[in-house]
């Protein structure tokens, strides 16, 4: 059986390293691995690759920026090949970006079976990109592999149950043995916080935080003014609109480093106070991690975080300061996104609907 992994953006190359490590445990499956280009920094692509030991991609669209029609637009054009060239059992897409979205299309259109990893999730903001592409590719794709029960019932909910099966979230599965290897690393933090001390980790990229001048600055400001030391790690997107903006990321309470390698990020995730983030991802592995979350949005995917307070929304940013003052929760996390096996169980999905 051969399986083809289109990816292209940090959450994903996470998610990957779970799936191609489950995929080599197996003689009969060829895993080819697709790298679109959506991300193309190396501090937010290669270094994954390196980090987490996935094997290097097969092909490179080189994709790159743009409008989502035009990066979608580029990447179908260059994945019709790919696929003849390969001609795979299965294309095996994850999340929803931009490359989710062109792996499904261009798939389907070529009569190749799809199975959508990280399947059923809803934030129901149609204003998100994400939130297009994840419903377009569960009504397309064969197969929806689930990372939980919420996202099984939003599934059934759209008339997909029969195309569905919970494996439990991969995301998980190297979340939780990257922790373990690095319990007793030192958290790389920038200049002028104390790892021994209590500090936030930050992460801001979703272009409803960062595209309005207005909203980007007062999202600033409540962080400069945070009752603890901030760890802003700062994305590229972030980065470039606050430059447009004439916005300075670091000042107050904030200092400002570089998008961490995966491991690290972990590393300083489990040994933080709490985390102000809009990542989807980061949510859960804030969760996952024991460390209480602040999204600065209006929803979640992830709903299961929000049970016991271990995760806040936030959508006016004057809510930071107070919600990061918030008591820890007592309360025991539960296992929503699974045992750490899911990825063994997205292989083992594929293989039996391949005979």
Same mark, same amino acid.
């Given at each position: ?7 292209g953006a940090r959450?994903?190359?996470?998610k990957?390293a779970?799936? +191609?490590d489950?995929?080599?445990q197996?003689?009969d499956?060829?895993?080819?691995i !697709?790298?679109?280009g959506q991300?193309y920094?190396?501090?937010?692509s ?6 987490? =030991?996935?094997? #290097? ?6 994709a790159g920026?743009g ?17 003849e ?6 294309v095996?897409?994850y999340?929803?970006?931009?490359s989710?979205?062109a792996?499904?299309l ?5 009569h190749?079976? !799809?199975a ?12 998100m990109?994400?939130e ?10 064969d197969?929806? &592999?689930?990372?939980?029960? $919420?996202a099984?019932?939003?599934l059934?909910?759209e008339?997909?149950?029969?195309r569905?099966?919970v494996?439990g979230d ?6 939780? =043995?990257?922790?373990? +290897?690095?319990a007793d ?22 272009a409803d ?6 909203r980007?600055?007062? &999202?600033?400001?409540s962080?400069?003014?945070a009752?603890?030391p901030v760890?802003?790690?700062a ?6 609109k606050a430059q ?5 990321l670091e000042r107050?309470?904030?200092?400002v ?5 995966y491991?690290?990020? $972990? %590393?300083a995730v489990r040994?933080?106070?709490a ?7 980061l949510?859960k592995e804030a969760?996952?991690l024991?460390?209480p979350?602040?999204t600065v949005r209006?929803e979640?995917?992830w ?8 995760n806040?929304?936030v959508p006016?940013?004057?809510?930071i %300061?107070?919600?990061?003052?918030r ?6 996390r539960?296992e929503h996104?699974?045992?750490?096996? #899911?990825?063994e169980?997205?292989i083992?999905a594929?293989?039996e609907?391949?005979?």
């Amino acid at each position: 059986m051969k399986i083809l992994s289109v990816v292209g953006a940090r959450p994903q190359f996470v998610k990957l390293a779970a799936v +191609a490590d489950a995929a080599a445990q197996y003689e009969d499956v060829e895993h080819v691995i !697709v790298h679109t280009g959506q991300h193309y920094d190396a501090a937010m692509s290669d270094v994954f690759f390196a980090d987490l =030991r996935i094997p #290097a991609p097969d092909v490179n669209l080189g994709a790159g920026s743009g409008s989502h029609g035009r990066q979608t637009g580029a990447m179908l054009t260059a994945l019709d090949e790919v696929l003849e060239t390969h001609r795979p059992d299965w294309v095996l897409v994850y999340g929803d970006t931009n490359s989710t979205l062109a792996g499904t299309l261009a798939a389907v259109k070529m009569h190749v079976k !799809v199975a959508h990893l990280e399947a059923g999730l809803r934030s129901f903001n149609r204003r998100m990109p994400e939130e297009h592409n994840r419903v377009l590719t569960d009504h397309a794709a064969d197969l929806l &592999l689930a990372p939980t029960e $919420v996202a099984r019932g939003h599934l059934a909910d759209e008339g997909l149950e029969t195309r569905t099966l919970v494996v439990g979230d991969v995301m998980t599965d190297v979340c939780l =043995r990257v922790a373990d +290897a690095v319990a007793d690393r030192t958290p790389m933090l920038p200049a002028g916080i104390d790892p021994a001390e209590d500090y936030a980790v930050a992460t801001i990229h979703r272009a409803d935080n960062t595209d309005d001048p207005e909203r980007l600055a007062a &999202l600033l400001a409540s962080l400069q003014q945070a009752p603890l030391p901030v760890a802003l790690f700062a994305h590229p997107r972030l980065v470039a609109k606050a430059q447009e903006a004439g916005i300075t990321l670091e000042r107050g309470s904030v200092h400002v480093g570089d998008p961490l390698a995966y491991p690290d990020l $972990v %590393a300083a995730v489990r040994r933080s106070r709490a985390v102000v983030t809009d990542s989807g991802g980061l949510q859960k592995e804030a969760y996952l991690l024991g460390a209480p979350c602040v999204t600065v949005r209006t929803e979640t995917e992830w709903v299961e975080t929000l049970a016991d307070g271990w995760n806040q929304l936030v959508p006016d940013p004057s809510g930071i %300061a107070a919600a990061l003052e918030r008591p820890r929760p007592i309360a025991r996390r539960s296992e929503h996104y699974g045992d750490g096996h #899911a990825s063994e169980r997205v292989i083992d999905a594929l293989r039996e609907r391949s005979r």
